[in-house]
């Protein structure tokens, strides 16, 4: 039995193989990164299928691919009969929300290692690549077809090599195609169109390392829908153009649109996919939330319970290497510096010269969620008007706070920190250099 592919939209999908049937980063409706992305078009998860299920895997913890709404909205039959696959890496918390919505059963998929779905020698199974500080990809092999989903891991071309090495072949790769955040720089009509450009390679040169036979362009079908982020739009790839793309490098792309299925080694005719996608509403057409305002005592109030938490977790030599942060804050009409070494925020002179400009709700959240500065740059709703190197520097130290590598001694020094970087070894620096030189 060929395996097949269901998809469902944006990033979730189900494969199908002899014995079992993966479901994978479902995403069925509703907003996203504090309210700035929409789904465009709508998922298509018919129930029957849902009821073939007997895993469900979930990537990482972004909202478009573990998404709390959809997760809670299954029935409790569901909950009860599926096993969640997650990485090693962080899974605690994950497995704590699952079970907080009724998930019982679990099953963690350690690094580069291939592990039985089912049984016999040639039933199905899965391989998890740990990504960065939060994100995986997931091979499904089964009757020696492989389906690899990269989603948005941002794999390298060293790092390709060794999941080939693990694989020994790749016969479909699933791999975002568009922009999913904006570092800020100003204008962005100078620098969007060539970071577009850039995804569109990363997608071709991923599928070349892998030597993949076919690559399904999905984790891309949004567009951002604040009023201070729907700037973005206009630069964003298409699905049509990600096809074109791959088809002018000689590489072959299955288009599919959500309900469409694809079976593995099958030939496939993207034309219908490609013509309904051509047909949804231009970006001027659709619908955009306006700007929320918080007040300055709510963005201070967030500030200082996070800052406290990062001096608690890092050694303060670090944090005095960055320089303070100076935002303007264009609905209040106010401009704030704050200094993670000391822990302090004040409003500051207008005549100030900021770093960034960003509206109070998005800098207020931000502050208060442990992923709130990477939210606001996926979220692409922020300006950076000078000192990147700085805000770069505080944008790593946020993400690692975000993916619990704390840097304190008795944080470094236990069991589980050390057995996190002696599996990482094989190119954890050739992917941490990736991150860096990639990083929006």
């Known amino acids: 039995m060929a395996m097949k592919i269901d998809f469902v939209g944006h990033a979730g999908l189900v494969v199908e193989c002899s014995g079992t049937s993966i479901l994978m980063d479902p995403w069925l409706s509703g907003k996203i990164f504090n309210n700035s992305w929409t789904l465009r078009p709508d998922p298509v998860l018919d129930p029957a299928l849902l009821d073939r299920v007997d895993y469900l895997w979930i990537s990482h913890e972004h909202p478009d691919h573990f998404h709390f709404p959809t997760l809670g909205s299954f029935p409790d039959s569901f909950k009860q009969r599926v096993t969640v696959l997650f990485q090693t890496r962080d899974s605690a918390k994950i497995v704590a929300a699952f079970k907080g919505i009724g998930y019982q059963r679990f099953r963690l998929l350690p690094h580069r290692e291939i592990v039985p779905l089912t049984e016999g020698s040639n039933g199905a199974k899965v391989y998890c690549y740990h990504a960065g500080l939060m994100d995986s990809a997931l091979a499904v092999i089964d009757d020696q077809q492989v389906v690899l989903n990269e989603n948005d891991a941002r794999i390298s071309t060293p790092e390709c090599r060794l999941i080939l090495q693990d694989l020994k072949h790749v016969d479909v790769l699933l791999s975002q195609f568009s922009l999913a955040a904006y570092a800020g720089f100003e204008p962005p009509e100078r620098y969007l169109p060539e970071r577009a450009k850039q995804v569109l390679r990363n997608m071709s040169e991923v599928h070349r390392a892998l030597d993949a036979k076919v690559t399904i362009p999905f984790a891309s079908f949004i567009y951002f829908s604040s009023e201070d982020n729907k700037y973005v739009n206009p630069f964003a790839n298409t699905v049509n153009d990600a096809y074109n793309y791959l088809s002018q490098q000689g590489q072959t792309a299955a288009v599919l649109y959500p309900g469409d299925s694809y079976e593995v080694g099958a030939t496939y005719d993207s034309s219908p996919a490609l013509q309904r996608y051509r047909s949804l509403p231009k970006w001027d057409e659709l619908p955009y939330d306006p700007i929320e305002t918080k007040p300055l005592s709510d963005i201070f109030d ?109 944080y470094v020094f236990t069991t589980d920190f050390m057995n996190y970087v002696r599996t990482r070894l094989a190119g954890g620096m050739t992917q941490a250099v990736h991150y860096y030189r990639t990083s929006l």
Do not use: C
Request: proline share 6%.
């Open 302 to 410: 967030a500030y200082k319970a996070m800052a406290d938490q990062i001096r608690e977790r890092y050694p303060r030599a670090l944090l005095w290497m960055l320089r303070p942060v100076t935002i303007r804050i264009p609905d209040l009409d106010k401009t704030v510096e704050f200094s993670l070494a000391s822990g302090r925020i004040a409003e500051v002179q207008e005549s100030y010269q900021p770093d960034l400009a960003i509206n109070s709700q998005p800098l207020w959240f931000g502050f208060k969620f442990p992923f709130g500065i990477q939210t606001l740059g996926v979220s692409a709703r922020f300006k950076l008007l000078q000192n990147f190197r700085n805000w770069k520097m505080h944008r790593i130290l946020f993400s690692l706070n975000n993916g619990g590598v704390y840097l304190k001694p008795k």
